[in-house]
């Protein structure tokens, strides 16, 4: 049984109370549908049982935040605007229930800087399940200095290691996140910085706006750099599908390790794990620029690489990658780079890949992206487009190529198959790509 939380009296007979009881049955007035619009354009909201809360200003907001709640759900019943509340935000650690956006917006949410994860969540774990809303972000300090960061608009860290997986869909994320100086390891994702256990991670229908921004120096010893438009690490099983990145990358470091950036996802790190990117694409810019070690960096003995990528900065040796349907459109992935750099590696679609367990199925690239200092029109074996007859081919940004419907609605091996009931292609006509409905 549930108990039923009170129901406003003049309700309008659109406005559905949708309850889910302590075992995880759905009941409601009416059957909502897979995927249907919520928020008040719709008319659906979805509500939560009295163990659980719902948020309408900042105060109910900060329940969220307790550790006490990290098993309760969540809706959002307004948008939230933390502006001017001194708020610094570092969300709840190891968050397993539902939180219901129904398509509210949470504004000016400021991340804290310094913690070693942060974001809307900690961490989200189990079956988790985040969806509808819109977040905006700001850094707390963008000039800190700082010791092995997650950084995630969404979560920090997704740790799936038993259970049906933790579940992302139909979110948004805007603003900025950057950092100064990191010792140690920095990861940052539009969604979500680090995925790792052996359940399944699923983030569906994300689209993110978020500037990704590291600069200064490095600290000794440093691990590795990871940024993602939506995942900045994949260290489980992971699938991204019907995702959009529309923001910028840069990097502007000294580190003395590895720095691996990519449009969807900044690199794939987990043994034996199983990553799937489908109906996604990645606009904007990727640029590193990597000096010379300075007095902080660790040993000159290091490799220094960087691998940049449309999609994917790096591919691990162990593990299996699918790339399907989905459009690397990056006009300019770029590292400028001092002489003591060991490799640098940038692709439309990959920067590296160091696996030969990746199956490219009906891609396409952005025709004339500029990659490193060269405009690039066709393949070239001397950059790592990971691209040919049967992984897909190059547009231009035209007419009858990018902005025409049937590149994206028309099956394989003529289109990519999107649908229209997700992608609103109605911004074609005006030289504008497909908007996630």
Not at 36 to 41: E, I, Y
Not at 111 to 140: H, M, P, Q, W
Not at 363 to 374: D, E, T
Request: hydrophobic fraction near 35%.
């Amino acid at each position: 049984s549930i108990s039923m939380p009170p129901i406003p009296m003049f309700r309008p007979a659109s406005f559905i109370v949708f309850l889910r009881d302590g075992v995880g049955s759905y009941v409601s007035d009416e059957i909502i549908p897979q995927g249907a619009p919520l928020g008040p354009s719709s008319g659906i909201e979805i509500n939560v049982t009295a163990s659980g809360f719902r948020i309408t200003d900042a105060n109910e907001f900060a329940k969220l935040g307790s550790a006490e709640n990290r098993n309760k759900d969540f809706a959002l019943g307004g948008d939230i605007d933390l502006a001017g509340t001194g708020t610094v935000w570092n969300g709840p650690s190891g968050y397993t229930g539902h939180f219901y956006g129904n398509g509210y917006t949470i504004k000016n949410l400021v991340l804290k800087n310094g913690d070693s994860r942060a974001g809307l969540f900690y961490s989200l774990s189990g079956a988790a399940e985040v969806r509808d809303f819109t977040l905006n972000v700001i850094s707390e300090n963008p000039d800190a200095n700082v010791s092995n960061i997650y950084f995630g608009g969404v979560a920090g860290d997704v740790l799936n290691t038993s259970g049906n997986g933790v579940l992302i869909e139909n979110v948004k994320v805007t603003g900025t996140l950057a950092v100064g100086r990191v010792t140690g390891y920095i990861d940052i994702g539009g969604i979500v910085a680090v995925t790792s256990g052996n359940a399944k991670t699923t983030i569906r229908r994300a689209n993110s706006e978020l500037n990704i921004k590291l600069s200064g120096t490095q600290g000794q010893n440093t691990s590795h750099c990871s940024f993602g438009g939506i995942v900045a690490t994949a260290a489980g099983n992971l699938t991204i599908e019907d995702c959009q990145y529309t923001g910028n990358i840069e990097v502007t470091s000294d580190t003395d390790r590895m720095i691996r950036a990519g449009g969807i996802l900044g690199c794939t790190w987990g043994n034996n794990a199983t990553t799937t990117i489908r109906r996604t694409y990645s606009t904007g810019t990727i640029i590193t620029d990597i000096g010379a070690r300075t007095a902080v960096s660790s040993s000159s003995n290091d490799n220094r690489y960087v691998a940049a990528g449309g999609l994917i900065g790096f591919i691990r040796p162990t593990g299996t990658v699918y790339i399907e349907n989905s459009a690397a459109l990056m006009n300019k992935i770029i590292t400028n780079s001092s002489n003591d750099v060991n490799f640098i590696y940038r692709g439309r679609l990959v920067g590296l890949s160091s696996t030969t367990a990746v199956t490219y199925t009906n891609n396409i690239v952005l025709a004339g992206a500029q990659i490193g200092n060269a405009t690039r029109n066709s393949y070239d074996s001397s950059f790592n487009d990971n691209l040919n007859t049967a992984d897909g081919h190059a547009l231009n940004a035209d007419a009858s190529g990018l902005y025409n419907q049937n590149t994206w609605t028309n099956i394989a091996p003529n289109g990519l198959g999107w649908n229209t009931t997700v992608w609103n292609f109605s911004g074609l006509a005006q030289s504008k790509l497909p908007l996630l409905k």
